[in-house]
Structure formats: C-alpha cells, structure tokens
C-alpha cells in the first residue's frame, strides 16, 4: 500500500496545482476536492510509512 500512495503523491506534485498562494476564501469547490485529496493522499502515505518501519 505504501507504494501506491507514493506513486499518488508524485503524482500530485506534477498533476495537481499548488493552493498554497491562494486564499481559502477564493476557492472553488473543486478547489476544496483537490485539498482533500491531497490530504488523504499525504495521510495515508505517512501512516503507511510509519506501519513499514515497524515491520523491518
């Protein structure tokens, strides 16, 4: 699983725009569909990262 949530969050980086310049009040719903996404995405990345360091 920790490989197809790093594969998700390279592509992120070259798919998805950046919204750290934007205010949050200006945004959009798809906006706020992106931001979850990325969320999820970076949450998951980082538990599943941390349960494979437990395993080794």
Not at 4 to 28: A, D, G, T, W
């Amino acid at each position: 699983m920790y490989y197809l949530f790093y594969f998700l969050s390279i592509l992120n980086k070259l798919f998805l725009p950046n919204l750290y310049k934007r205010k949050m009040v200006n945004y959009k719903k798809h906006h706020f569909l992106v931001l979850g996404f990325k969320y999820w995405v970076t949450k998951n990345l980082l538990y599943f990262k941390n349960e494979q360091n437990f395993k080794d």
